[in-house]
């Protein structure tokens, strides 16, 4: 009655709830997917969405459908492993990545998860946490490699990696290899974005302990926090093993009396069809990450 492809279609579609995800999830037109869900509804004699409601919603015959179709691609994903064919998997994952890995162990990851499925495509975004966390709760991104942990419906994670967060400077700009909380009101720190753990704890437990707020310039791109921290316009504070060899060889590492919390990474996956595709490259993130000397 309905072919595989269309009951791809229908149940991303009604997964993302938007007939525009659905096609950029399965890299076709928005048309392209309209005409095969209307096509659908004709067979069927009913419709499968309510397209008023904003977003789309599923209607009584549509959440029928939706329990089956998801049943049937499950099954297709079990027989693809049981026959030892998931490596074989044909497509595109979209995954987002912060910074901080991109800059360790990003390269490593890629050539490991292409040795596994040598047919997989990656489409990588580059983002901050926050943002990543928007995406994978709209669909528009199906994997990430971001700080952690919390809880996003409809995705599992896996710790990959704690990373200490460190203070780095010339040594012209700080003469001691102490940075006290008293010093930093008139020395800037550079670090991560404002909606970031770094900003927003570094900013309340400065001006708790001393009254004063402390100088922060934020950047999201860790390779102009490094030019800005050797150019001497401030401290850099970024996780260890984020900045380059290069850097670090004119650079110091500076002790605080400021205890800092690592920041854990997680591999956030999507659960259900794919599901296992997107677990076992989660797996080989955790084995890279573990593996990588910092």
């Not at 919390?150 to 003469?175: H, M, N, Q």
């Amino acid at each position: 009655m309905f072919s595989f492809r269309s009951l791809e279609v229908f149940y991303w579609t009604a997964h993302l709830r938007s007939f525009s995800r659905a096609a950029d999830k399965l890299h076709t037109t928005q048309p392209t997917i309209s005409q095969r869900i209307a096509a659908m509804e004709g067979l069927i004699g009913a419709a499968l969405f309510d397209r008023s409601a904003k977003p789309i919603a599923l209607t009584a015959v549509g959440r029928i459908l939706f329990g089956h179709s998801e049943l049937l691609l499950r099954h297709v994903d079990a027989m693809e492993r049981d026959l030892e064919l998931s490596n074989r998997f044909e497509g595109t994952v979209r995954l987002g990545v912060s910074e901080t890995i991109v800059q360790t162990w990003l390269a490593t990851f890629l050539e490991q998860a292409a040795r596994h499925f040598p047919r997989l495509d990656i489409d990588m975004t580059v983002d901050v946490t926050p943002s990543m966390l928007n995406a994978l709760r709209s669909g528009e991104i199906d994997m990430a490699l971001m700080l952690g942990p919390t809880i996003v419906e409809g995705f599992s994670c896996l710790k990959l990696r704690d990373y200490a967060l460190k203070f780095y400077a010339i040594p012209d700009l700080v003469s001691t290899d102490v940075f006290s909380v008293d010093s930093m009101p008139m020395t800037p720190i550079i670090t991560y974005p404002r909606n970031t753990y770094p900003y927003t704890y570094l900013r309340e437990i400065i001006f708790r302990e001393i009254g004063r707020i402390p100088r922060i310039f934020t950047n999201s791109s860790i390779s102009t926090i490094e030019k800005m921290a050797l150019d001497g316009l401030g401290v850099a504070l970024v996780a260890e093993g984020a900045l380059s060899d290069q850097a670090l060889a004119k650079m110091k590492v500076l002790q605080s009396d400021i205890e800092l919390q690592p920041l854990s990474f997680y591999a956030y996956f999507q659960n259900g069809v794919r599901g296992e595709v997107f677990e076992q490259l989660a797996g080989i993130a955790l084995d890279v990450a573990s593996a990588t000397e910092l």
